[in-house]
């Protein structure tokens, strides 16, 4: 019988386009998946790859081999994900990926109060916005922004819950220094090539200076308590930082909606129902944080 695991190692190969792609995917050393795929060319007595100067192709025996690799991996992760669904334990792995904002300025504390609650649930925390497959088990609970329940995909259970809603801030020692007549430029810092929101132009403070932009949420943070400009950032963040106060005259703009996310069989284990209650409530207390209505320091 072919062996899953030489399976694998063709396939990410396959998708990667060489073998060093492939041992990084998968945390082996360079030797271990010319070995494995050796292996699987033996026992099928064919080439599959043809070693090129721009990487690895895959001979026609290859591509053949890939259609029903690809199955393989489906069936193992249903296989996977059925039996998963029917453990009722209060130990094991569990995933859950959620945007970079929310894991570090809002739910880290309840996150803490979950893992000890139950210290045999092994916690692993995927900080990312970026799109996770809930059905191979790159995670089993996902929190999402949505801006339409529509567009969640149908094998999807979705839990809703508090809006989320986004303002203009600035560092308060900055605003002080407008509203006291410093004319030093006052920047719009941006994480990436969107301009000023044009609900945010009529602002007690206008952005006279050159864009300031960098790729890293905190790092926009960090420019903003500096006093380089003003910033959209969720008001679960903007509201609760000292530092930083809200442009009078820019109001709230509606971000969407917090999911719980879960799918089929996984969403019936015990350790993922008690997160995701856990969680659900936890968010319901956020709630006027999340949607801007906490109280107001200004």
Same mark, same amino acid.
């Given at each position: 019988?072919?062996?899953? /695991?030489?399976?694998?190692?063709?396939?990410?190969?396959?998708?990667?386009?060489?073998?060093?792609?492939?041992?990084?995917?998968?945390?082996? /050393?360079?030797?271990?998946?010319?070995?494995?795929?050796?292996?699987?060319?033996?026992? *099928?007595?064919?080439?599959?790859?043809? !070693? #090129?100067?721009?990487?690895?192709?895959?001979? %026609?025996?290859?591509?053949?081999?890939?259609?029903?690799? /690809?199955?393989?991996?489906?069936?193992? &992760?249903?296989?996977?994900?059925?039996?998963?669904?029917?453990?009722?334990?209060?130990?094991?792995?569990? #995933?859950?990926?959620?945007?970079?904002?929310?894991?570090? &300025?809002?739910?880290?504390?309840?996150?803490?109060?979950?893992?000890?609650?139950?210290?045999?649930?092994?916690?692993?925390?995927?900080?990312?916005?970026?799109?996770?497959?809930?059905?191979?088990?790159? %995670?089993?609970?996902?929190?999402?922004?949505?801006?339409?329940?529509?567009?969640?995909?149908? /094998?999807?259970?979705?839990?809703?819950?508090?809006?989320?809603?986004?303002?203009?801030?600035?560092?308060?020692?900055? *605003?002080?220094?407008?509203?006291?007549?410093?004319?030093?430029?006052?920047?719009?810092?941006?994480?990436?090539?969107?301009?000023?929101?044009?609900?945010?132009?009529?602002?007690?403070?206008?952005?006279?200076?050159?864009?300031?932009?960098?790729?890293?949420?905190?790092?926009?943070?960090?420019?903003?308590?500096?006093?380089?400009?003003?910033? !959209?950032?969720?008001?679960?963040?903007?509201?609760?930082?000292?530092?930083?106060?809200?442009?009078?005259?820019?109001?709230?703009?509606? &971000?969407?909606?917090?999911?719980?996310?879960?799918?089929?069989?996984?969403?019936?284990? !015990?350790?993922? #129902?008690?997160?995701?209650?856990?969680?659900?409530?936890?968010?319901?207390? &956020?709630?006027?944080?999340? !949607?801007?209505?906490?109280?107001?320091?200004?």
């Amino acid at each position: 019988m072919i062996d899953w /695991n030489d399976v694998r190692y063709f396939l990410a190969v396959a998708r990667g386009g060489s073998v060093r792609s492939a041992a990084g995917h998968l945390g082996v /050393n360079h030797s271990t998946v010319l070995r494995r795929i050796a292996q699987l060319e033996e026992q *099928l007595g064919t080439q599959l790859f043809e !070693k #090129r100067p721009a990487g690895y192709r895959l001979t %026609a025996a290859g591509e053949e081999v890939l259609e029903f690799a /690809n199955q393989m991996e489906t069936s193992s &992760h249903q296989l996977e994900t059925r039996v998963f669904g029917r453990d009722q334990s209060v130990r094991g792995l569990l #995933r859950v990926t959620l945007p970079p904002f929310l894991a570090t &300025h809002l739910l880290m504390p309840d996150l803490a109060d979950f893992a000890r609650m139950y210290p045999d649930i092994e916690m692993e925390i995927l900080p990312t916005g970026a799109v996770a497959n809930l059905t191979n088990r790159e %995670a089993d609970v996902a929190i999402r922004i949505v801006l339409d329940r529509e567009t969640l995909p149908p /094998n999807l259970h979705g839990l809703p819950g508090p809006e989320l809603s986004s303002a203009i801030y600035m560092s308060r020692d900055r *605003l002080a220094a407008c509203r006291a007549g410093v004319a030093d430029p006052v920047r719009w810092i941006v994480i990436n090539t969107d301009g000023l929101p044009g609900w945010a132009r009529e602002a007690e403070v206008r952005t006279t200076g050159t864009p300031f932009r960098t790729p890293d949420a905190e790092a926009q943070i960090a420019a903003t308590r500096q006093g380089i400009g003003m910033t !959209k950032l969720p008001c679960f963040v903007g509201d609760a930082d000292p530092l930083l106060a809200r442009v009078p005259g820019t109001g709230l703009h509606g &971000h969407g909606t917090l999911w719980l996310l879960t799918q089929g069989e996984t969403r019936r284990t !015990k350790r993922v #129902r008690l997160f995701t209650e856990f969680v659900s409530r936890r968010l319901a207390t &956020h709630a006027p944080l999340l !949607k801007g209505l906490s109280l107001s320091r200004d």
